[in-house]
């Protein structure tokens, strides 16, 4: 005896406009923008604005801005090697090339080239460490999204939520 056995597909519940534009449940947006060459003579370096919005639970402010330069993200990639148990991705590079005396400013570090290329580099290191699942409950990643200035003798570990 042979049994026919049918399925009928689920009934889809349309989506409405206010769910289809609302937002999402989790989500954490990072942005490095507004490059800002400051200093005067060989003393000149850019900052970068890191702005972020999100509503994990684990994050403190649900918006803010900070202003970070260079040797702040190596300082948090160095943090996350030591502290966390994730592979972490590399900066862009040093570009030693670009210091060198006979290098005129608009040639190296203060090139707008540069510096946009770099700024693409550092979003893209930062959200690819932020949103990794075990680095965002990283002090230091905390310390250098939203606080004002970094706190270099912090104490390590994760964050409470």
């Known amino acids: 005896m042979s049994e026919v056995i049918t399925h009928s597909a689920p009934e889809s519940k349309h989506q409405t406009l206010q769910e289809a534009y609302a ?20 003393k000149k370096f850019t900052t970068y604005e890191v702005k972020v919005r999100t509503n994990l639970p684990v994050f403190e402010l649900k918006e803010s801005s900070v202003h970070r330069r260079y040797s702040d993200f190596e300082w948090l990639r ?35 080239e540069f510096i946009e290329d770099r700024r693409k580099g550092l979003e893209d290191f930062i959200n690819k460490v932020a949103n990794h699942p ?23 570990g994760e964050m409470r939520h």
Do not use: M
């Not at 943090?79 to 900066?91: C, G, N, Q, T, Y």
């Open 134 to 156: 075990l680095a965002r409950n990283q002090k230091c990643i905390h310390i250098f999204l939203q606080k004002q200035e970094i706190d270099r003798g912090y104490t390590p």
């Open 23 to 42: 937002e999402p449940d989790n989500f954490l947006e990072i942005d490095v923008c507004n490059p800002e060459t400051q200093g005067v003579g060989g």
């Open 78 to 112: 160095q943090e996350l090697e030591k502290h966390s148990k994730i592979l972490v991705p590399a900066l862009p590079g040093k570009a030693w090339k670009r210091q060198l005396p006979w290098v005129s400013a608009d040639k190296g570090l203060l090139d707008p």
